[in-house]
């Protein structure tokens, strides 16, 4: 990539993990109502839960958007946090916070023992 896409993919970077914040604020609207019936009480708690999963998700890449922006600054943006090669500039496109490779993505993927859509040796490099 040349450093004009770098600066371009840093600022689509940092733009999204503003939306993400800003949905993240969002989320301290989320609160418990009381309700005498069941059926709505059932949807508040449904409402109530999917917003909690869609805040986790936000957190999430945030926390990818982060650490990307983080890997530009020190000049390892673009490689497969697990087996160093360089990542596709398609699959960068498409996910400008992609850590893997497609080859080790697949194998992340296909990995039995998964966190919240992460692979197990994902974790492990963010521990490091």
């Known amino acids: 990539m040349t450093t004009e896409d770098i600066k371009l993919v840093r600022q689509q970077l940092e733009a999204r993990l503003k939306k993400a914040r800003s949905s993240r604020a969002a989320g301290d609207s989320i609160h418990i109502q009381q309700v005498a019936d069941p059926v709505d009480m059932t949807q ?41 090669e360089e990542i596709a500039s398609k699959r960068l496109k498409a996910i400008p916070w992609a850590e893997l490779c497609i080859s080790c993505q697949e194998r992340a993927d296909s990995t039995p023992t998964r966190r919240q859509g992460r692979a197990v040796f994902e974790d492990r490099e963010q521990a490091a």
């Open 44 to 84: 508040e708690a449904l409402a109530r839960d999917i917003a909690v999963q869609m805040l986790d998700r936000e957190s999430m890449i945030a926390r990818r958007l982060r650490s990307a922006i983080e890997r530009i600054e020190e000049g390892s943006y673009g490689i497969c946090l697990e087996c160093e």
